[in-house]
């Protein structure tokens, strides 16, 4: 390694307080520490920390140590210099006194007091710009899709134009970690390995987050998700940062096929990670307005009734669920315009009359629906469900 | 080390002569070197009070003083001599700034004798300027921290300033103009075409320079009292006294601060510092999110309290227990008083989920507007009659939710939330909430550790007609369903 350009030089001139300035000079000595140990803390969201522990020597007396750096997007107000507490059998006190910048020159120098002549660990702590990490996650879903094995991976990239042959690395989340990491170099390490996790395929149409596959047939798009949910075994313990997933199946020959790849959120401990992996075209969905129809009650003020209806065909060969999701605020638009207020409603006898508690609010209402396999001869039964709803106190 | 480059006294021994003798082609001049030198540096404006003294011999008679400043930052209508010792029998008969020699001015100063005498010279100058800064490192289990207070002084002024005397001032003054522009000059610069070994050499020099003991104190550093200085040196104590609105803290001992360079110096430490971790949604502070704050005061019973805290920028870090430090945020600390509160906002924490649901919208004891006229009759009234021409003109608006909080840290955590809410309302709940003012509702929650909580609140919102007041009516009671 090229020191003067890429070490951050950490000089130290050792100089006795009792001579005066000028003679100190002459019999001046310094001495480059080299790193002992470097810790990189990733687990701020947007900030590397790196720690550097150096063994200086000291004399006894007053201390240059100089810190000085180049080509690198150190963060010099956040510098901190932390004299390590020393062993027992080899007491020695040191101070910061003071530190003082150079103009026009990335370097600082702090005057440090000692008691005695030693070595001191020391520890510092600074921002440095241009390292950077990101996670990703790999599954391999087993051929029946009813478990998966998700691997989370760490990804650090340096362009921080310095090069670490050894630092202890800590993300905030998973195991600590020592690697090297080279200039301009991208390390990536497999952080968790989380074993058969059940996971949910599911089937959803919302006209509001989805739309239409084809919006003069009244089709809607039917998009596959898979569901993990944070908690059980290994997970639950931390929350999920947020990263693409690449989703695989066992094909059940061996090998394994690419299914789909979505941006997993955060996901915190007990929430779902939801992965889109692609349209499901074996589910056709039609959804019509079946009936609209207003009723005055005073003045200006009235009631509106309104019927959805769904017809559905499940053409695969295995039953599946459908949730079928509506936003009560949409439909409100949609009948009548936007008045600005949420909708008032309530929940008709059509079919679908018991939302998912945990999944609707004032707005939002999501059904399930299960849907069978095709029918031994090939043929998909329709099954037609309603949804009736009454907007009320529109005006 | 750079000469003192810029400020000459000259005593101007064309003597006997008035002012109009100055004009000839030979003088002959000294110049009495400085004494010592004081540094008051404001942080709230960019001013520092430079007071010197000199020794000048003077003759019986009038004496021509030339005081000149090239290159730097001087106010010259601030520029000011006094007598110090004695301080009878020299007067300054008149201050002359000749037209030909810009940043110059003669003083002639009558004597009644021939004797030695020590002036002072004050000045306001601008390009020298101090900043506080703080370090604040919270233990592991977050119960105390740490906190390290640093004032950094910067000199741009173009002027070294040696073993100066060096006070600052925390508070806000008025200036009417600014001393930049009274001096109107550019700020010197430290050349930039040294060679790198050259330009560290020099550094270090000036660096151990700045590191040097006062003068009078290394002079007196020999021989047997060798030992003595060679004790382990302490950071300079930095003493803090009020003022009348301001503070003034004074560095101990005397510093060198060379133009071009800052020193930072630290003002305080106190560890052990308690505090306590508090989580707040408070919109029109912090944003629409939940903030983990670190909650301390500046009081003795907190190991603070001896000095008020001035504006700074704040770095907050927490100790890992492995020796290293995990970042937390930093933060622009605005003044702190005596005995006031210190809060340190972290931002979010992902480890705390903060949901509110919208669960239900109802609205009732609607208001009609009969033919747009000033007769209003409310729906279900006796008589009330399907008028045609008439409009909804107020009503009431229900609706619930529930802030849902789920903690996943491994402490129990304090939650404090404020919603604000303009117009007529009830808020209705079971959360023993209280107004902090009369449209803003703040209820507190503790929850466990991996725990969640469920708050539920009925918001009645008066609208139209029905709108009487402005302000949050709170009740008590259970939330419609």
């Keep these: ?395 | 080390m750079t000469p003192n480059r810029i400020f000459h006294l000259f005593c101007l021994f064309a003597l006997l002569a008035p002012l109009a003798a100055m004009a000839r082609n030979v003088d002959l001049a000294t110049v009495p070197s400085r004494g010592t030198v004081q540094l008051t540096i404001y942080n709230s404006e960019d001013l520092t009070l430079v007071r010197e003294t000199r020794v000048v011999t003077f003759k019986q008679g009038v004496n021509p003083l030339q005081f000149s400043w090239a290159n730097t930052l001087i106010d010259p209508t601030s520029v000011e001599l006094k007598f110090r010792q004695p301080n009878v029998g020299l007067d300054v008969l008149d201050t002359t700034f000749p037209h030909d020699k810009p940043q110059t001015l003669y003083w002639n100063v009558q004597s009644d004798a021939n004797r030695e005498a020590v002036i002072e010279i004050s000045y306001f100058t601008s390009g020298i300027s101090w900043e506080a800064d703080y370090l604040a490192i919270a233990d592991p289990e977050e119960k105390a921290l740490r906190l390290e207070s640093f004032v950094r002084v910067r000199n741009q002024s173009g002027e070294d300033y040696e073993n100066a005397q060096v006070r600052l001032v925390v508070g806000t003054i008025n200036l009417v103009e600014k001393i930049a522009e009274l001096a109107k000059l550019p700020v010197g610069r430290v050349k930039e075409d040294l060679g790198k070994e050259e330009y560290r050499e020099m550094r270090q020099k000036a660096a151990r320079k700045m590191m040097a003991p006062p003068a009078p104190a290394s002079i007196v550093m020999a021989g047997a009292a060798y030992d003595m200085a060679a004790e382990m040196e302490v950071p300079k104590e930095i003493i803090k006294e009020g003022l009348s609105e301001y503070f003034i803290y004074t560095i101990e001992g005397t510093e060198t601060v060379p133009n071009g360079w800052a020193k930072r110096l630290r003002s305080f430490e106190a560890a052990g510092v308690p505090m306590t971790v508090q989580y707040r949604y408070r919109p029109r502070e912090y944003g629409e999110q939940l903030v983990r704050l670190y909650l301390l005061r500046n009081d003795t019973a907190s190991k603070l309290g001896t000095t008020p805290l001035p504006d700074g920028t704040l770095r907050v870090f927490r100790a890992n227990g492995r020796e290293g430090l995990s970042y937390l945020t930093t933060q622009n600390l605005k003044y702190v008083p005596i005995g006031d509160k210190i809060e340190l906002n972290l931002g979010p924490d992902p480890a705390v989920v903060f949901e509110l649901l919208k669960q239900k919208v109802r609205r009732d004891n609607l208001w009609f507007q009969i033919k747009g006229g000033n007769l209003y009759r409310k729906l279900g009234e006796d008589g009330m009659k399907l008028e045609l021409d008439s409009q909804v003109a107020g009503w009431d608006e229900r609706t619930v939710f529930r802030q849902r909080i789920r903690n996943y840290t491994s402490k129990p955590v304090s939650v404090e939330i404020r919603r604000e809410y303009p117009g007529d309302i009830v808020f209705r709940s079971k959360l023993d909430p209280a107004l902090h003012d009369f449209q803003t509702v703040q209820f507190k929650t503790d929850i466990p550790a991996m725990g969640k909580a469920e708050l539920d609140y009925e918001i009645v919102a008066r609208q139209g007609y029905n709108q009487k007041q402005n302000r949050v009516e709170l009740q008590t009671g259970d939330v419609a369903r």
């Design chain 1, 1 to 395: 390694m090229n020191r003067t350009r890429w070490l951050y030089p950490l000089g130290v001139l050792l100089l006795c307080g009792a001579v005066p300035p000028d003679a100190l000079a002459r019999i001046k000595l310094t001495t480059l520490p080299v790193r002992e140990r470097v810790e990189i803390q990733l687990d701020h969201p947007e900030i590397a920390l790196v720690e550097e522990e150096r063994i200086v020597p000291l004399v006894k007396g007053v201390n240059q140590v100089d810190f000085s750096w180049a080509n690198t997007r150190i963060d010099p107000d956040t510098l901190v210099l932390r004299i390590l507490p020393p062993p027992a059998d080899q007491p020695l006190d040191a101070k910061v006194l003071s530190v003082s910048y150079p103009p026009n020159e990335t370097a600082l120098v702090w005057a440090v007091s000692a008691s005695a002549s030693g070595a001191a660990r020391v520890r510092i702590s600074y921002v440095l710009g241009g390292l950077s990490k990101d996670f990703h996650y790999r599954a391999v879903a087993d051929h029946d899709e009813k478990t998966l094995n998700l691997v989370q991976f760490l990804r650090v990239n340096n362009n921080a134009n310095e090069a670490y042959d050894a630092a202890d690395f800590w993300a905030g989340v998973g195991e600590r970690f020592s690697k090297p990491l080279g200039l301009s170099e991208t390390k990536e390490v497999q952080l968790n390995r989380f074993a058969s996790v059940p996971v949910r395929k599911i089937y959803t149409c919302d006209p509001t987050e989805f739309g239409y596959l084809d919006r003069a047939q009244d089709k809607l798009n039917v998009p596959m998700h898979y569901v993990i949910k944070n908690t059980g075994g290994a997970l639950g313990k931390e929350p999920l940062p947020e990263g693409k997933a690449r989703i695989f199946q066992d094909d059940g020959k061996g090998s394994s096929a690419f299914l789909g790849e979505d941006r997993g959120k955060f996901t915190a401990p007990d929430d779902e990670l939801k992965l889109y992996l692609g349209l499901a075209r074996d589910i056709a969905v039609r959804r019509t307005v079946d009936r609209s129809e207003r009723q005055r009650i005073a003045g200006n003020l009235y009631r509106y009734d309104v019927t959805l209806k769904y017809e559905i065909e499940n053409f695969k060969d295995v039953p599946a669920t459908l949730d079928i999701a509506e936003s009560v605020r949409q439909i409100r638009d949609a009948v009548r315009g936007d008045s600005g207020r949420d909708p008032e409603w309530q929940l008709g006898d059509g079919s679908l009359r018991n939302p998912d508690p945990e999944k609707s609010d004032a707005d939002k209402l999501l059904f399930h629906v299960d849907l069978p396999a095709r029918a031994a001869d090939g043929q998909a039964k329709k099954q037609v469900h309603t949804l009736r709803l009454t907007l009320n106190n529109e005006w």
